[in-house]
């Protein structure tokens, strides 16, 4: 690669994502175009019109939608009301033992959470190894809508032993951080986690929950978490919008 054909942007795709032959997809060319009035009308801008949009750029408004859908789907913009608008940076949120909440608010916004449900249930032979729990044994299933700022990005679901948390459903604030009510109120404190992430579509009633279309991806975490002595926590599973986030890690050498 040579300096003409590097990247402005070391994080942008190389060439501009555009193909050797030089052949690009008409949408595309518009998305480009697209991307640079994103970035001159900033955070909140409104854009015109997908009709304003084809007569600008002489194209259809299919070739407009198409274009806008992508930058849509990548978190560049967003719907408000019946139009569209330039959407706010990610949330970047840690893969670490820290809580969504800490993370949330190291970057200036207010975290939240809204209770969809909180059960008892006795516990499946699947999931006791995972959680320390034998099977049969009553368990917590606890599932939170997942708010920034009011904006609805998530859904969590956790499931804890109730020997683990037995005044769940009376002491702890479903609006809170379940590690602090941990760590604060019962003297647990996680010492590691396996933690696997993978692209997922939500189900019909996943989207009307966190109030996304279904064909928008989510980035989906299950997580296993210990106490200090090794002894299994929990199991959460939680999904991210994805157009909302992106994750970030500190990787250190092995030797």
Known sequence: MNYETAPAD???????????????????????????????????????????????????????????????????????????????????????????TEGVRRQGRRPGRSLISLD?????????????????????????????????????????PEARAPRLDVEFDPDSSFYA??????????????????TVLATPREALLIGTPPALPMLLLHRISRDTSGRPLERVRTLYRGDRFSFTAHLGRQD
């Open 10 to 100: 070391p994080g942008a795709p190389v060439r501009s994502g555009i193909p050797e032959h030089g052949r690009v997809p008409k949408y595309y060319a518009v998305k480009a175009k697209l991307a640079l009035l994103v970035d001159e009308l900033g955070e909140g801008g409104l854009l015109p019109t997908e009709r304003d949009l084809a007569v600008r750029y002489e194209v259809s408004r299919e070739t407009v939608r198409q274009a806008l859908r992508e930058l849509l789907l990548e978190g560049r913009l967003r719907r408000q009301g019946r139009g569209t608008v330039v959407a706010g940076p990610k949330l970047e949120q840690p893969l670490s033992l820290a809580s969504y």
């Open 181 to 198: 009510y941990l760590h604060d109120h019962l003297g647990v404190t996680f010492g590691d986690a396996d933690e696997r992430i993978e």
């Open 120 to 160: 008892r249930f006795p516990c499946p032979e699947a999931l006791a190894p995972e959680i320390g729990a034998e099977r049969g044994e009553p368990v917590w299933h606890m599932e939170r809508v997942l708010l920034a700022d009011d904006e609805r990005v998530g859904l969590e679901s956790t499931y804890v």
